[in-house]
T-cell receptor, first 109, second 116 residues
């Protein structure tokens, strides 16, 4: 599975959009981009995934560049409860996830 | 479904003792994963099973660690003998192959292990 690179930390004002970038320049054609988050010491929680098209669900939007070498997770209206570590994972059909170090997002009141 | 259930939630044990962590996956999920999380190393995949069979145990740190899945609804991770450096939060996760790679993994709440 491709290695991903994320900034170690980011701040976002409450109510504003949080844009979390992820670089996956070595991603292969059959690898999906998955996003998970971990709030405090809880188990990681699935957010969204995509292959090449942009995706949106009730939690977030995922924007994948045309060359698929990077993506951005967008939380449209961040709340204090969105403070967490966000993980970007590139994975094919092996079913296992290899987690990187993630981005620690702090939403500020 | 109650989700992935892990027990105990917290475990404190003395160095040298045997520790057994337990996991009940979501019913119908055919993949089960054990992860370990520490501040220094982050989230590490230890081992995963498919249909109760271990597929990849390359992440198991050493022979003191063993994992079993005797049936589709139960798995254990055993450390014998335990050492202080095994102190970590251990997560179990399960996932269904129905839908292929599109399915998400569900994680338990973790077991916080402290070896003194």
């Amino acid at each position: 599975d491709a290695k991903t690179t994320q900034p170690p930390s980011m701040d976002c004002a409450e109510g504003r959009a949080a844009n979390l970038p992820c670089n996956h320049s070595t991603i292969s054609g059959n690898e999906y981009v998955y996003w998970y988050r971990q709030i405090h010491s809880q188990g990681p929680q699935y957010i969204i995934h995509g292959l090449k098209n942009n995706e949106t669900n009730e939690m977030a939007s995922l924007i994948i560049t045309e060359d698929r070498k990077s993506s951005t997770l967008i939380l449209p209206h961040a709340t204090l409860r969105d403070t967490a570590v966000y993980y970007c994972i590139a994975s094919s059909g092996t079913y296992k996830y290899i987690f990187g170090t993630g981005t620690r997002l702090k939403v500020l009141a | 479904d109650a989700g992935v259930i892990q027990s105990p939630r917290h475990e404190v044990t003395e160095m040298g003792q045997e520790v057994t962590l337990r996991c009940k996956p979501i019913s119908g999920h055919d993949y089960l994963f054990w992860y370990r999380q520490t501040m220094m190393r982050g989230l590490e995949l230890l081992i995963y099973f498919n249909n109760n069979v271990p597929i990849d145990d390359s992440g198991m740190p050493e022979d003191r660690f063993s994992a079993k899945m005797p049936n589709a609804s139960f798995s254990t991770l055993k450390i014998q003998p335990s050492e202080p450096r095994d102190s970590a939060v251990y997560f179990c996760a399960s996932r269904s192959s129905t839908g292929g790679a599109l399915t998400e993994a569900f994680f338990g709440q973790g077991t916080r292990l402290t070896v003194v």
